[in-house]
């Protein structure tokens, strides 16, 4: 069981090798005191001692432990009794346990709901500021309509985040869980189909999580990374993959932060050696 963790690769091997490693050097050492050190001492300390030199610590632990194995003989004799609702039960808890394992959220980090939303905006890149702007205002305006949510922020132009001027940013704050009857998951779901009216503009909504692996801040909630030292390679590939990941029915809201056609570049100006070069 331990053995797979210890050449796992990526996020899940980088995080449970430790664990992995304690474990099993803990058992390693463990079988050599069990088969060595154990009955070693065992021939040593453990000796027999007639009943009238048994202390009053042994009496008592003794019958613990004969009360415990009469306990268990008692209820085997039961189980053995009915051994046709036994087996009913046992095949009740399997059922049970294929039935937890659907309903249960899967995956590295289920799915939270803490209340906020992340949204990215995309619209064409041959938008302006002031175009970007008004559609973002028409986003806002639609997200504040809903009943789950209770305030939202938006920003849009270039900065840190947003390398482009035709992508923004939204933060979604939800009603109390007690105050709204959806989850964030469906509260996106709701949305989705809401803003799909809005023209040349998408958004890109996922829950905010507590627990992530990721340093950016991402339209979706998977990502996969293409690396290319050809640009125009990489920007054919590029279109063809996401061609191809929107054909599947089985994904929505498929995106990309490749910019097609160029490059996006950011520069930070040292304003005292610039003073200095003058």
Known sequence: MLIP????????????????????????????????LTPMMASRILKHDPK????RFYKASERVFESMIAFYGRTLKVVLEFQGVTLLIALA???????????IPKGFFPVQDTGVIQGISQAPQTIGAKGMAVK?????????????????SSFIGADGTNTTINSGRFSINLKPLDQRDLSASDVIRRLQNKLANVQDIQLFMQPVQNITIDDRVSRTQYQYTLEDPDQNE?????????????QLPELEDVATDQQLGGLAVSL??????????A
């Not at 430790?18 to 069990?34: G, H, N, Q, R």
């Not at 808890?93 to 309903?103: A, G, H, V």
């Not at 930070?268 to 070069?277: A, E, K, M």
């Open 5 to 36: 963790l210890l050449f796992m690769g990526d996020v899940v091997g980088r995080l449970f090798r430790e664990f992995a490693v304690t474990l099993a050097v803990t058992i390693i050492v463990s079988a050599v005191v069990s088969l060595t």
């Open 52 to 55: 009238q030199q048994e202390g």
């Open 93 to 103: 808890t399997l059922l049970l346990t294929i039935y937890l394992y659907i309903i």
């Open 136 to 152: 973002q205002q028409e986003l806002a305006k639609i997200i504040l309509q809903d009943p789950a949510v209770e305030s939202l």
């Open 234 to 246: 990489l920007n054919d590939w590029t279109a063809r993959f996401v061609t191809r990941l929107k």
């Open 268 to 277: 930070v100006i040292d304003r005292t050696r610039r003073r200095g070069l």
